[in-house]
């Protein structure tokens, strides 16, 4: 059975920085992205970040709110995904989410659709 699971979350101030990680188990072969998506209350999951795990230095995708601040990577060794986030702002305050997909439907991050596996998701919370 597919597992992901998420770790890193926690409460941090303005400018502060925190790592998520995304350790993923049983992925099929079929699995090409994954990505980072998150959510608050009331509004739709939005992607964060992705990168193609299928290429050997990972192409990766960035939502425009995030560039240059956050940074997604991978641990072949490990079946690990990273993301690095810098220079956090309390509007990154979030349930974090891990994915996982094989393809997706628009250039970028893709569509919280095409994620096939989730993890449980972990909590950031930035304060000003």
């Known amino acids: 059975q597919v597992a992901l699971v998420e770790a890193g979350g926690g409460s941090v101030q303005a400018g502060g920085s925190l790592r998520l990680s995304c350790a993923a188990s049983k992925i099929p072969s079929s699995v090409r992205y994954m990505g980072w998506f998150r959510q608050t209350p009331g509004k739709e999951r939005e992607g964060v970040a992705a990168?193609?795990?299928?290429?050997?230095?990972?192409?990766?995708y960035y939502a425009d709110s995030v560039k240059g601040r956050f940074t997604i990577s991978q641990d072949n060794g490990k079946d690990t995904v990273y993301l690095q986030m810098n220079s956090l702002k309390p509007e990154d305050t979030a349930m974090y989410y891990c994915a996982a997909a094989p393809r997706v439907s628009v250039a970028g991050v893709g569509r919280a659709s095409d994620y096939y596996y989730w993890g449980q998701g972990t909590q950031v919370t930035v304060s000003s």
């Open positions: 990168i193609d795990i299928r290429v050997r230095v990972g192409r990766t």
